[in-house]
C-alpha cells in the first residue's frame, strides 16, 4: 500500500509498505481521506514524547471496512466509517487510563491507503458528511465535545468565549456551541478569521495582539460562563478575569507553555472552575457523532491535498494559514 512515512525528524516521504491485516478483534479500513492535527506537526518536527521511526503519521481518517479479523462480525465489510482515535481509554469516564494512546505514534496512523484498527473504534459515517468531511471529524470534534460538554456542561443560552478560532477544535467548539443554543465570542490574531467566525455564527470577536484586548473585551460582552483555551502560555492569567462568577474555564493544550503567577484569590472567591480536558471517552465519541448527525453540522475544511502533496499539507498547517481542518485525499 501507499503511505506517507516519516523516517526522522522533519524527515517525510511516501512509500510503499505491506498492506496490514486485521488482528483479531480488528477492522481493516481503506481509507478514503485522512486529516492532520498539529499532533502530527509536532510529531514531525520532534516535539512529542515517545517518538519512534519510521512511522506512519495521522490519528482522522473515514473509509470503507474492506476486512474483519476473526471474531469480528462479517456484517462490517462495505461499511462506511469514521475511526475514533483514542485508543484504550479505559473504564471511567472521568479520565483516560495509562495505557492510554492516540492512533499515529506509536501505532500506524491513516496517512495510507490501509489502516487496522478494533473494532471498537470505528462509527457510521453521518450520512450528510463527504469523505473530507468525515475525516476531518474525529481527533478535533472528540476534543472540543469533551471541553464544553463533559468537563464544562455548556448549557444553552450561556456565554462561551473561544480562544484562536481558525483551529480546528476551536471551530468545532464554535459549531458545538451554537447548535445547543450557547452564545459565542472567540478571539484570533487574525482580521480574516475574526470575520469568517462571525460569518459562522460567532456574536462577537477579538485580536487578542491588541494591547489591553482581555478587559476592553470583557467590559463590553463579558463576563462568560465558559472559556475554552487551547494555548495557555501568559495569558492564561487574563481569561481568568474574563470568567462569569461561577464560571468554567477549560484548556486542553500549552502550545504557549505554562502560565505565570495565577490569580488565586479571584478564582476561589468567584468559584471558578480549572478545568482540564485531553480528547474523550468512546461515550464522548458516540455523543460527538450523534450530535454532528442530528444537528447536520459540517466540519469546516481549509484545504484538501491529495496523499503525494502531503508535504504541502503539512506546511500549510505549521504555518498556521488554515482555517479549518487540513484534509488529505487517499
Known sequence: MKAAVLTGINTLGIDHLPTPVAAPGEVLVRIRAAALNHRDVWIKTGQYAGLKFPIVPGSDGAG???????????DW??????????????????????????????????LAEYVHVPVSQIALKP????????????????????????????????KILITGIGAGTALFALQFALAVGAIPFVTSSSPEKLARA?????????????????????DHYGPFDVV????????????????APGGRLVFFGATRGNSGDMPLRK??????????????????????????????????I???FPLEKVAD??????????????????
Not at 466509517?81 to 496512523?109: M, T, Y
Open 64 to 74: 470503507e471496512v474492506c476486512d474483519t479479523g476473526p471474531g469480528v462480525d462479517r
Open 77 to 110: 465489510i462495505g461499511r462506511e466509517v469514521i475511526i475514533n482515535p483514542g485508543l484504550d481509554w479505559g473504564h471511567q469516564e472521568k479520565a483516560q487510563e495509562l495505557r492510554f494512546s492516540i492512533l499515529g505514534l506509536p501505532k500506524d496512523g491513516t
Open 127 to 158: 450520512g450528510h458528511l463527504s469523505w473530507e468531511e468525515a475525516a476531518a471529524l474525529p481527533l478535533a470534534g472528540l476534543t472540543a465535545y469533551r471541553a464544553l460538554f463533559s468537563r464544562a456542561r455548556l448549557e444553552a443560552h450561556e
Open 198 to 218: 462571525r460569518q459562522m455564527g460567532a456574536r462577537h470577536g477579538v485580536l487578542y495582539t491588541s494591547g489591553n484586548w482581555a478587559k476592553d473585551f470583557g
Open 228 to 243: 475554552i483555551d487551547s494555548a495557555g502560555g501568559p495569558g492564561f492569567a487574563e481569561l481568568v478575569d474574563l470568567c
Open 267 to 300: 478564582i476561589f472567591w468567584r468559584q471558578i472552575s480549572l478545568l482540564g480536558s485531553t480528547m474523550g471517552s468512546p461515550s464522548d465519541f458516540d455523543a460527538m457523532v450523534k450530535l454532528v448527525s442530528t444537528k447536520g453540522i459540517h466540519p469546516t
Open 302 to 304: 481549509s484545504q484538501v
Open 313 to 330: 499539507a503539512f506546511e500549510l498547517l505549521e504555518e498556521g494559514r488554515q482555517f479549518g481542518k487540513v484534509v488529505v485525499s487517499v
